[in-house]
C-alpha cells in the first residue's frame, strides 16, 4: 500500500508555502501554485500531485487550463466544486490584472492591438459571443459591449444595437469581434455577409467599421489586414 506524506511531514524548504514565502512566488512551478490554490489532496493523492494531475489534463498548458469550466474541473478526481471555483476565480484575476496592464494603450492603431484588447475575453469561451469597440476620431477606445451570444457554431448579430452604441457613444469608429470556438479562424459566408452588412450601415450613419477581428485560441483573423472590408 502507497503511504501518503501530507505537505506538512515535508521538508520546510520543500512546501510550497515555505516555499513562496522564502523565495518569492516565481520559484514554485505551476504544479506548486495549483497546489497552494487547491489547498488539500485527497486519501490517494497529495495535494501536489492532485496539482500535477490536473496540469497533465489539459497538457501542462495553461491556456488550455483556462479553457476548462467548472463542470470539467470536477470529472477530474479529487476536484469538487470548491476547488474548482477557486481554480476559476485565479484565472479570472489573472485576466483582469492582464486587462488593467493594457488601459494605459487603448490607442488602436493595429489588428493586433485590437485583439489584445479582447482576447481575453473571447479566446478561452465554448460558445460564440460577438463584441463591439467604439472609437473616437484618435482611435482611441470609449466603451467595450458584448452584443449578443450563442451556441458553439453561431450567434445572432442585432446591427441596430451596434449602432445605437455607436451612436451613443459619439464615436465616429467601431471594430467588431467574435469568437470561433472550433480554433477555424477562417470567417464563414454568414460572418462575410454580416461584415458587409454592417459596412454598408456604418457608411450610411458616419460611422467607420474599421475591422472584424475573429478570435480562436492564441491567433485571430482580421479582415482589415486581409483587405476585404
Known amino acids: 500500500m502507497i503511504e501518503i506524506v501530507p505537505l506538512k511531514h515535508w521538508a520546510l524548504e520543500e512546501r510550497p508555502r515555505e516555499k513562496l514565502i522564502k523565495n518569492g512566488r516565481s520559484a514554485l512551478s505551476n504544479a506548486e501554485l495549483l497546489a497552494l490554490l487547491l489547498s488539500t489532496g485527497t486519501m490517494r493523492r497529495s495535494v501536489l500531485d492532485l496539482a500535477r494531475d490536473i496540469l497533465a489534463r489539459c497538457n501542462n498548458d495553461l491556456d488550455e487550463l483556462a479553457r476548462f469550466g467548472i463542470r470539467d474541473l470536477c470529472k477530474i478526481d479529487g476536484v469538487g466544486p470548491a476547488k474548482a471555483v477557486t481554480i476559476q476565480a485565479a484565472i479570472e484575476l489573472a485576466n483582469r490584472r492582464q486587462a488593467s496592464e493594457r488601459k494605459e494603450k487603448r490607442d488602436i492603431k493595429s489588428s493586433r492591438q ?109 479582415y482589415a489586414d486581409q483587405g476585404v472590408l
Open 114 to 222: 485590437a485583439y489584445e484588447q479582447m482576447k481575453n475575453l473571447l479566446e478561452d469561451l465554448n460558445h460564440e459571443e460577438f463584441w463591439v469597440l467604439t472609437l473616437n476620431r484618435k482611435n482611441s477606445v470609449i466603451g467595450k459591449y458584448k452584443i449578443s451570444e450563442g451556441g458553439f457554431t453561431s450567434t445572432v448579430v442585432d446591427q441596430r444595437k451596434v449602432f445605437k452604441l455607436a451612436i451613443d457613444d459619439k464615436s465616429t469608429g467601431i471594430i467588431v469581434f467574435h469568437n470561433h470556438p472550433s480554433g477555424n479562424k477562417n470567417p464563414s459566408e454568414a460572418d462575410n455577409q454580416l461584415t458587409r452588412k454592417l459596412t454598408e450601415g456604418g457608411k450610411i450613419l458616419d460611422i467607420s467599421v474599421l475591422d472584424h477581428i475573429i478570435i480562436v485560441q492564441g491567433d485571430y483573423y482580421s
